[in-house]
């Protein structure tokens, strides 16, 4: 007997008309801020607030062998940990649902008749001809539904008898503040925890909303301040010029380092990898099936341009290349309070994505040798890395996995599953990888085009989030007789 996805379907549909929906738009209204942008997150009680709507919907779910607890740990956020019973004894394989909690800043203004903390549905019609029911409010997407995906596709999973493995769920309150709690409980829970063989997180993208997308790979990232000083104060530029040297365009100097301005290359050897075979080929096909939004997914202004002509070439750049952003500038007065003084120093914040597989310790220690050697007129130069983000490789999927996407994704969307690579860094990822180095890991989510994830108008595509349980379903119907050991 085969699963059937339309029943399962069937009865996510009617779980978000009974009771999923009024939850989500009750935890949408909460202003629960991730602790890196809200200091008084610990003690304003918003996390609670936010735990106890997530909390009362889950006590209404009838799923057998449901077990939870809240940890808290004094000074850290806290966690919610689900356990659910294999369906058999003597199952001893295990699968590690994770989603988070915590949520993105307001990002002012949003368009007309949106509000962060207002949750909209709307029924809308893409740039395609696509209709599409979408949920605005912070957090809809990134990644409230996580919890509810969880628990309705093991409902749907037991509601037509068939086994599953032993269900792990991690619900962290920090992801958006780097995930710095994790490694704590983590190691406080790993004998309860285990040795999950597959781990499912539906905290990323999707290319459309056409298909199954599973991520396969994120950058990972070196972020420091790079500052020159070449005086002690600033002096009259009639009087200083042509005998002080500009700290800018030492500046500037420097950076033709550690990148080329006419192409943005970066010129530094030990910030790159070799590209797996398996990802140039999920590349290819992601190319052409996305085609030229790889372009018009991003808001150029009229008559410029990308990098490149070639599509290829501008996802590998954002996929699996170093590449480096000027994200913000000090010690320069504003246009307003400038004044003619040759300033004593320029500092800049440089952004590195890194390969996913390159080590961020040694992409750090190359460009700091090669930023601060051999300062141009004896200037101070410094460059001090403070963040750190680890890149995420996809073990290359058993069978069984590429059948249960390619199933599920044929059956719901009636096209084959993608497979992404994404710019971003998603640090809890690593995390993941490093205390289960054993594990499968399916990664997706709702954060598709117009999602605007952490920016104003986020929202989530209802009709795809079902997709994504059901589908989630299948994957945990299959894991079963895959991987199942009897004691």
């Avoid at 949003?110 to 599409?132: C, F, H, Q, T």
């Avoid at 539906?202 to 020159?228: F, H, K, N, P, Q």
């Avoid at 000027?326 to 040759?342: C, F, K, R």
């Avoid at 995420?392 to 058993?398: I, K, V």
Wanted: hydrophobic fraction near 40%; aromatic fraction near 10%; glycine fraction near 8%.
């Amino acid at each position: 007997m085969s699963f059937d996805l339309d029943k399962a379907l069937d009865l996510v549909v009617n779980a978000w008309d009974a009771d999923i929906k009024d939850s989500l738009f009750e935890f949408c209204k909460i202003p629960n801020q991730s602790p890196l942008f809200d200091p008084e997150c610990l003690t304003n009680g918003l996390q609670e607030k936010a735990l106890d709507v997530v909390l009362k919907w889950i006590d209404a779910q009838e799923i057998k062998g449901m077990k939870y607890r809240v940890l808290t740990e004094k000074g850290r956020t806290p966690l919610l940990f689900i356990d659910i019973a294999p369906t058999e004894e003597g199952c001893t394989n295990s699968i590690l649902a994770y989603s988070h909690l915590d949520k993105q800043p307001p990002m002012l203004p949003w368009s007309d008749g949106l509000d962060p903390y207002i949750p909209v549905m709307r029924e809308e019609v893409d740039k395609n001809g696509r209709k599409a029911r979408k949920l605005y409010g912070r957090g809809t997407a990134d990644d409230s539904y996580g919890v509810y995906a969880t628990l309705t596709s093991i409902r749907a999973v037991q509601a037509q008898g068939f086994p599953h493995g032993r269900v792990v769920g991690l619900i962290e309150m920090c992801e958006e503040s780097g995930s710095f709690d994790l490694p704590f409980y983590l190691d406080l829970l790993k004998d309860e925890i285990g040795s999950p063989d597959l781990v499912i997180c539906l905290d990323s993208g999707c290319g459309d909303y056409e298909r199954l997308w599973m991520t396969t790979s994120l950058r990972g990232m070196v972020a420091g301040v790079l500052s020159i000083q070449i005086s002690t104060g600033g002096v009259h530029s009639g009087m200083g010029s042509g005998v002080i040297p500009s700290t800018f365009r030492i500046l500037r100097s420097i950076l033709d380092r550690i990148e080329d301005s006419k192409t943005g290359e970066i010129l530094v050897k030990e910030l790159y990898v070799e590209i797996p075979e398996d990802q140039m080929q999920f590349a290819k096909d992601t190319v052409e099936i996305l085609g030229q939004e790889i372009v018009e997914a991003y808001p150029f202004i009229e008559g410029a341009k990308p990098v490149s002509d070639n599509l290829l070439e501008l996802y590998l750049n954002r996929a699996w290349r170093p590449t480096l952003c000027y994200t913000g500038i000090g010690d320069i007065p504003s246009l307003q309070a400038a004044g003619n003084v040759l300033r004593p120093k320029t500092s800049i914040n440089l952004s590195f994505r890194l390969p996913p597989t390159a080590t961020a310790e040694d992409a750090r220690n190359a460009l700091k040798k090669i930023i601060e050697e051999d300062p141009p007129y004896g200037a101070k130069i410094t460059f001090k890395a403070d963040k750190f983000a680890k890149g995420f490789y996809s073990p290359p999927f058993e069978q069984y996995l590429l059948d249960s996407f390619k199933l599920a994704s044929n059956k719901l969307w009636g096209k084959d599953p993608a497979y992404e690579s994404c710019g971003g860094s998603i640090p809890f990822l690593s995390l993941m990888q490093d205390a289960f180095p054993n594990a499968q890991f399916a990664v997706s989510g709702l954060l598709g085009p117009g999602s605007n994830a952490h920016g104003p108008n986020e929202s989530c595509d209802i009709d795809f989030m079902f997709n994504l349980i059901t589908a989630m379903s299948q994957i945990i119907v299959d894991h079963y007789p895959a991987k199942c050991k009897k004691d």
